[in-house]
């Protein structure tokens, strides 16, 4: 595609409910990231797949939190369990892997996590 | 854990003004990039410098790097109401792929 999609772009649940979050890469990038970002805040780094290497998941905040990347393109954070504190945009990012340009990362619009 | 300060917080200034914002980080890296965040959008590059560079342009942008220091700015020249955003610079740990970020610089442009 054009650029890296993400959805739903906001989602609205109850506390102890689970969520997943899709994010579809560009075509071609073969690394994907997940970021968090709180209100006002910066980028927490998640999770990391490179091709078919293992994931990086050192960034992920508890057990409630998974990913997974089907066939090396599109990813899926799945929340277990949500509490309030998990509210926050989470953005997906996608880049090449080797070349001059590989730490240049094209984000989605993110999704919006509002847990009551 | 966050390696990129950004400072100012928050900055505010007149059409047509430069904007200057600095970013400070911690460990060794292979290179330093600044990103753009529009209010409820994801982040847009702008300009990535190696880390055996010093400076570098790109149409209004000019991006300073100290090693030594540890440390880049950000320099917006002649500057508009649509440059109004956060901006964030980000590092990669020397080897590594993925990016660490700082907490950004809401930037205002008043007309």
């Known amino acids: 595609g054009a650029g890296v999609s993400q959805s739903p772009s906001n989602k609205v649940t109850e506390k102890g409910k689970d969520v997943e979050l899709r994010c579809d890469p560009i075509s071609g990038h073969t690394a994907l990231y997940w970021y968090r970002q709180s209100l006002g805040q910066g980028l927490e780094f998640l999770i990391y797949f490179q091709g078919n290497s293992a994931p990086d998941k050192s960034g992920l905040p508890s057990d409630r939190f998974s990913a997974e990347r089907t066939g090396g393109s599109v990813s899926t954070l799945t929340i277990q369990r949500t509490q309030q504190e998990d509210s926050a945009v989470y953005l997906c990012a996608s880049s090449f892997s080797s070349g001059l340009a590989k730490n240049i990362q094209y984000f989605g619009a993110g999704t919006r996590l509002s847990v009551l | 854990s966050q390696q990129g300060e950004e400072d100012p917080q928050a900055l505010s200034i007149q059409e047509g003004e430069n904007a200057t914002m600095n970013c400070s980080y911690k460990?060794?890296?292979?290179?330093l990039q600044w990103y753009r965040q529009n209010s409820g959008r994801g982040l847009v590059h702008l300009i990535l410098?190696?880390?055996?560079?010093r400076e570098k342009h790109s149409g209004r942008l000019r991006v300073t790097l100290d090693t030594s220091k540890k440390s880049s700015s950000l320099l917006i020249t002649a500057s508009r109401a649509a440059d109004t955003a956060s901006y964030f610079c980000?590092?990669?740990?020397?080897?590594?792929?993925?990016?660490?970020f700082g907490q950004g610089t809401r930037l205002t442009i008043n007309p």
């Open positions: 410098i190696r880390s055996n560079e």
């Open positions: 980000a590092t990669d740990d020397w080897g590594a792929q993925k990016l660490v």
């Open positions: 460990t060794s890296i292979n290179n």
